[in-house]
T-cell receptor, first 112, second 114 residues
Framework: DSGVTQTPKHLITATGQRVTLRCSPR?????VYWYQQSLDQGLQFLIQ???????AKGNILERFSAQQFPDLHSELNLSSLELGDSALYFC???????????FGSGTQLSVL | QQQVKQSPQSLIVQKGGISIINCAYE??????FPWYQQFPGKGPALLIA?????SEKKEGRFTISFNKSAKQFSLHIMDSQPGDSATYFC?????????????FGRGTQLTVWP
């Protein structure tokens, strides 16, 4: 167990809808990362937060947004969902911005 | 475009054999090269990592070989076991930006037959 908790484990929704994925980092970790894993694109970095502030941005769509709260948990919001957004979304955390990552077990999103 | 290219896509090895997975990169700014192991239903887990100032790093049965001039690195799994059956990802990042912004290869599905 990595110590990173993601909820829910599975999410099934329809096109056009909005969902929120939640991540609790390991105790003491200040940095949270979101990754998307799909058959088409593989594992892709979306966004990083460090102690509540956005630190780095990757291939994240404008329909997606994230935030990190004062208690350091993070949420990834996906809106106007499309079929192609179906993927496994991973959260990872690290103690600082330059230490190794620990991944959660992911949220499997299915858009029907 | 894929910043880290990984091969082979799948690999079948006999128990006790050596598994070898290769990766190549173009961006010379990369200075951190980790390997991740992923089991079905789980997130990737860090297996071993290397920085470009060394050519080899060994941890137990797992060894990374790094060739800076060729911009290639590989994972060797000695005495492969059925429990090693998983998907392996190579990755790269730069400490200058953030270590956690990893560029992953497409993965290698390893099957070790008993």
């Amino acid at each position: 167990d990595s110590g990173v908790t993601q909820t829910p484990k599975h999410l099934i929704t329809a096109t056009g809808q909005r969902v929120t994925l939640r991540c609790s980092p390991r105790s003491g970790d200040l940095s949270v990362y979101w990754y998307q894993q799909s058959l088409d694109q593989g594992l892709q970095f979306l966004i990083q937060y460090y102690n509540g502030e956005e630190r780095a941005k990757g291939n994240i769509l404008e329909r997606f947004s994230a935030q990190q709260f004062p208690d350091l948990h993070s949420e990834l919001n996906l809106s106007s969902l499309e079929l192609g957004d179906s993927a496994l979304y991973f959260c990872a955390s690290s103690r600082t911005a330059n230490e190794k990552l620990f991944f959660g077990s992911g949220t499997q999103l299915s858009v029907l | 475009q894929q910043q880290v290219k990984q091969s082979p896509q799948s690999l079948i090895v006999q128990k006790g054999g050596i598994s070898i997975i290769n990766c190549a990169y173009e961006n010379t700014a990369f200075d951190y090269f980790p390997w991740y192991q992923q089991f079905p239903g789980k997130g990737p887990a860090l297996l071993i990592a290397i920085r470009p100032d060394v050519s080899e790093k060994k941890e137990g049965r797992f060894t990374i070989s790094f060739n800076k001039s060729a911009k290639q690195f590989s994972l060797h799994i000695m005495d492969s076991q059925p429990g090693d059956s998983a998907t392996y990802f190579c990755a790269a990042s730069t400490r200058g930006s953030t270590l956690g912004r990893l560029y992953f290869g497409r993965g290698t599905q390893l099957t070790v037959w008993p």
